[in-house]
């Protein structure tokens, strides 16, 4: 069974830094666009940054310049370093990504537990 499973989450002041990881396991043949995404209480989610397997990031305007997403393939593995953190980023962070499982026709979209960042002002 293929899943992903995040960790790094915590609690942080504000101006601080974490650095969220997400493997993915299992008997995984390929793995497309790998995101973060976030949840606030109230809210819907919405996505952070996203990376191609080329290593093509895309940013939503509200982390530009303060996130960076990366991935090493080999390692079925992407990262979420956020510095400068603020309160309005406390929310639970998922990773996404479409697998392709071995012996799999299809790409199918896989989800992690999620992991809650706490940003104290």
């Known amino acids: 069974q293929v899943q992903l499973v995040e960790s790094g989450g915590g609690l942080v002041q504000a101006g601080g830094s974490l650095r969220l990881s997400c493997a993915a396991s299992g008997s995984i043949f390929s793995i497309n666009t790998m995101g973060w995404y976030r949840q606030a209480p109230g809210k819907q989610r919405e996505l952070v940054a996203d990376?191609?397997?080329?290593?093509?990031?895309n940013y939503a305007d509200s982390v530009k310049g303060r996130f960076t997403i990366f991935r090493v393939n080999a390692k079925n593995t992407v990262w979420l370093q956020m510095n400068s953190l603020k309160p309005e980023d406390t929310a639970v962070y998922y990773c996404?990504?479409?697998?392709?499982?071995?012996?799999?026709?299809?790409?199918?979209?896989?989800w992690g537990q999620g992991t809650q960042v706490t940003v104290s002002s």
């Open positions: 996404g990504a479409p697998i392709q499982a071995r012996g799999s026709a299809y790409y199918t979209s896989t």
């Open positions: 990376i191609t397997s080329g290593g093509i990031a």
